[in-house]
């Protein structure tokens, strides 16, 4: 062989490692700068004020408060990392790209409060795995109490609990649910009947919905991405209340249906991963006039915002007098379809009378009182005891 022709095949061939350690050099400089810019532009947007708006259905945490004390405590760190985590500029982007990975793709869920059912079926894990620490009996046991406690102060007193989703929607689960049977689900037939034994102080609101899925199973009675009732499955449970209340006073007449809305589910949302849903919008009873006022207890509260007092204007028939309505999310989503079959209504929050009783010094008196619960909360809940300050309350 040409010894020119060997030596030229090598100087190429080194040309050609040459080229290819100098690309590799370059690849590896891009690499770093974009893992710099990676780093750098979420830090930047921070340092300039940007925050991010919570997509996750709670509330971003807050830097932790500074003192001499907690800087030397590992808690006061970890505060300042749970801060930094919730509040990085893109980090919404990175929620949402990660759950919808677990859930397009791998068809599970990036938050294990989070139960993925059939389709696009969402469900509270917290319906799957209640908290029993009483029986239905001792339920019903409270309540009685309750109502002998209101009714010896000449009030009157209804107890009504909202079904859990799976109770109406139990083919929606899915079929190899790591769950067992939920202790709620063990009492229900026992709570439900003992409720319908009382027809003067309880409400069965499971066979009106659970009568109405039957009937017709497209219809929406529950939201799909939503822990909640849709404001049509609420309607049968708001026109049973009423009716036991004031027999007389409901009209399905002036419950209509006016074209659609959207609604963002609650569940997608604390999965990161906010999606609406259409659903009928429903406009209860249509140009009554409803006045809004919020009552300035002076005290801060912490499950809900503020403390709504209703009052109807007009001549339609009403539940008279006065009404106390203590409530979690299932009747705090749909509030406003409630209150215009009240004279008048003043809506507490369950959570914030069992942190705050002193609140019945400062509400109204009352004719009446609802206590609502949904159906995995109502084996912890007391009513007797939530309502001690309002039952030693005087009538007006």
């Known amino acids: 062989m040409d010894p020119l022709i060997t030596v030229r095949e090598g100087e190429a061939a080194e040309s050609r490692e040459s080229g290819e350690r100098m690309l590799g ?15 750098s532009v979420p830090s930047l ?11 996750e259905n709670r509330d971003p945490a807050v830097f932790p408060r500074v003192s001499l004390r907690g800087l030397t405590d590992p808690a006061f760190y970890a505060g300042i990392d749970r801060f930094l985590v919730d509040n990085l500029p893109l980090r919404n982007e990175a929620v949402q790209a990660h ?5 397009r793709v791998l068809g599970g869920t990036s938050n294990p409060d989070v139960v993925v059912g059939v389709g696009d079926w969402l469900f509270n894990r917290g319906e799957m795995e209640p908290r029993c620490d ?25 107890y ?84 036991s209340l004031a027999p007389g006073v409901w009209n399905d007449r002036e419950v209509t ?4 809305q959207q609604h963002t589910g609650d569940m997608s949302t604390l999965m990161g991963l906010p999606r609406d849903e259409t659903i009928p919008k429903v406009v209860m009873r249509p140009g009554l006039k ?39 999310s299932f009747f705090g989503t749909v509030m406003t379809q ?17 942190n705050h009783p002193e609140l019945a010094d400062v509400l109204p008196a009352f004719d009446t009182v609802v206590f609502q619960r949904v159906e995995r909360s109502a084996y912890f809940t007391d009513p007797a005891s939530d309502l001690a300050t309002i039952i030693a309350k005087p009538k007006p």
């Open 257 to 260: 249906v006016d074209g659609t």
């Open 99 to 103: 759950a919808a990975v677990d859930n």
């Open 290 to 328: 409803v006045d809004r006022r919020i009552l300035d207890t002076g005290i801060h509260i912490n499950q809900s915002r503020d403390i709504p007092w209703f009052t109807v204007q007009g001549n339609r028939p009403v539940v008279p007098g006065r009404t106390l309505i203590v409530y979690d």
């Open 160 to 243: 009504i609990v909202a079904p859990d989703k799976h109770t109406v929607y139990p083919d929606k689960l899915p079929s190899d649910s790591p769950f067992g049977t939920p202790c709620s689900d063990q009492s229900r037939a026992t709570l439900q009947a003992g409720l319908i034994a009382r027809p003067g102080y309880a409400v069965d609101a499971w066979t009106p919905l659970l009568t109405a899925r039957a009937a017709d199973p497209g219809k929406p009675l529950y939201y799909v991405l939503d822990d909640h009732w849709t404001p049509l499955g609420a309607t049968l449970a708001i026109k049973e209340l009423v009716q």
């Open 25 to 39: 050099r370059w690849l590896d400089r891009l690499v770093a700068v974009g893992f710099v810019v990676v780093l």
């Open 134 to 158: 009483f029986t239905a009996a001792q339920v019903l046991d409270k309540v009685d109490r309750a109502a002998a406690g209101l009714k010896a102060t000449g009030r009157a007193f209804r």
């Open 45 to 55: 947007l921070f340092a300039g004020g940007v925050r991010p708006v919570s997509i």
């Open 338 to 354: 409630a209150s215009p079959w009240f004279q008048e209504s003043v809506w507490v929050h369950e959570g914030d009378l069992l």
